[in-house]
Structures are given as C-alpha cells and as structure tokens.
C-alpha cells in the first residue's frame, strides 16, 4: 500500500513534468480552470460578505443567549460552512471545469494515452454522459457535506476530525473525475471508475490527495488541472491495461 500512495505521487509528477514540457498542453488546461476558478471565487466572496447576516438570521434561537456563547456558536457555524463549502466547492470547480473546457482536456488525455500506446478500440461516451456521471460524484459531495458540517460543530474533536475526513473524502471523489477520459475513450461508465480505482485505492489515493490540497492553494488550481489531467490519465491508463492483461 506504501508503494501503491507513492507510485500515486510519481505519476502526478509525471503530469507536471508532460503539460510543462509542452506549454501548448498547459495553456489549453489553464484557460477553462482559470474562467470557473474566477466564477466560484467571485461567489465565496459574495457568500463570506453575506454569512455572518445568514447565520444570524438562521440562528434566531441564540438571540437570547450570553453574547459570548451567542458568538461562539455562531463562529463555530462559520467555520463548518467554510470546511463544508471547501469540501463541496473544488469538486464543484472540477466538474464544471471538465465540463466547460471538455475538448481542452480529452486533448491533452488523448495526447497522453496516445504516447503510452492508446486504445486498441476506442467507444466514447458522450460529453453529456460524462458531465452527468460527475455531476453524480458532485452531488455525492454535497449530502456528504452534510455530515462533514455536523461533525465540525463538534466541540473538541470537529475542528480536526472534520477536515480531515473532508479532505480524504473530497481527494477520492476528486481523483474520479480527473480520471474521466481514459474510460470514457472506451465507453466505461462512473461504476466502472469507481471499481477500476477501488482495486488500487492506495494508488488512486496517492495521486488525488497532493492534487486535491494544491489545488485549495489559490490560484495554483489553474497550473494543477491540466497537470492533474495527465497524472489521471496515466494512472488511469495503468490500472485499465493490468485489467485487461489480469487473468480472467
């Protein structure tokens, strides 16, 4: 399993090393991520303007406590929306970044595949099935949310606990999507993602962790994505071709 996370880590580097090395591969991932990033930042600015008069609207009941535990809930409050929001949002940003620069990114999958040996026979997906099947893993990160919010309201343990599972959470879920082109070139399906990177989760994981926090880094999102792109594409052009060659 310790191979397995490290090996995980070489092929992100080995995505870095691909679109830096052909600036065309990284100018073509960098433009839809930048135009989503600039939109999702525009709205957590607009929420965090606009939070602290929601939650004392939503928390009517705390009016008449003491000011200082009055405050402190309603902090605490804040700060789980914020992880929540962290933990929702850069899925969010993923799928609609893969979705709005879809051709930008098969291009730079297929010219990463490609140099690997491509597809014996290739069955695309349409764009519609695969913004729907990542809709899915966005939709599974927001009710996952829910618990995410709750256990940060936790006193004690939830200002750990909670991003820490968000984070593992979130990596996995992020990892699904950045390995969307290699099966949809052949006609797989979110279940079959889901399967293929379950059986080496530790690899899977390896990859997706570094890639989920460098993108919480502002701005730096914008170089991962394209970065991230190619890692998902070699590591998911891995474990397809050890299935294909494992006996039946």
């Known amino acids: 399993m310790i ?3 490290f090996a995980g880590i070489g092929l992100l ?6 679109v830096f090395r052909t600036p065309r591969l990284l100018l073509l991932g960098a433009l839809p991520a930048a135009l989503t990033g600039g939109l999702l930042l525009a709205l957590v600015i607009v929420l965090a303007v606009f939070a602290p008069g929601l939650i ?26 914020v992880v929540a929001l962290i933990f929702f949002g850069l899925l969010l940003f993923a799928a609609a970044t893969l979705a709005v620069g879809a051709p930008f990114y098969e291009k730079i999958a297929h010219r990463v595949e490609d140099r690997l040996g491509g597809v014996s ?15 899915k893993v966005v939709g599974a990160s927001a009710l996952l949310s829910i618990p995410m919010f709750l256990i940060d309201l936790v006193p004690g343990i939830g200002e750990t606990a909670g991003p820490v599972i968000g984070v593992c959470v979130s990596a996995w879920l992020f990892g699904l999507e950045l390995s969307v082109v290699p ?11 889901r399967h293929v990177l379950g059986k080496r989760r530790a690899m899977a994981f390896g990859f997706a962790l570094p890639a989920y926090l460098l993108c919480l880094v502002p701005l730096l999102a914008i170089v991962v994505m394209p970065a991230a ?19 039946s």
Do not use: C, K, M
Request: charged share 25%; hydrophobic share 40%.
């Open 121 to 135: 026979t290739e069955n695309d997906t349409s764009w519609w099935t695969d913004t729907v099947d990542n809709a």
């Open 183 to 193: 099966f949809s070139r052949r006609g797989l399906p979110l279940a079959a993602r």
């Open 56 to 81: 004392a609207g939503a928390t009517p009941f705390l009016n008449d406590w003491d000011p200082t535990y009055r405050e402190l809930v309603r902090e605490l409050i804040g700060v789980a929306l």
């Open 13 to 18: 580097l080995r995505g870095f090393g691909i």
């Open 229 to 247: 792109t190619a890692g998902g594409t070699l590591l998911a052009h891995r474990l397809l071709e050890e299935q294909a060659q494992a006996p």
């Open 3 to 5: 191979r397995d996370f």
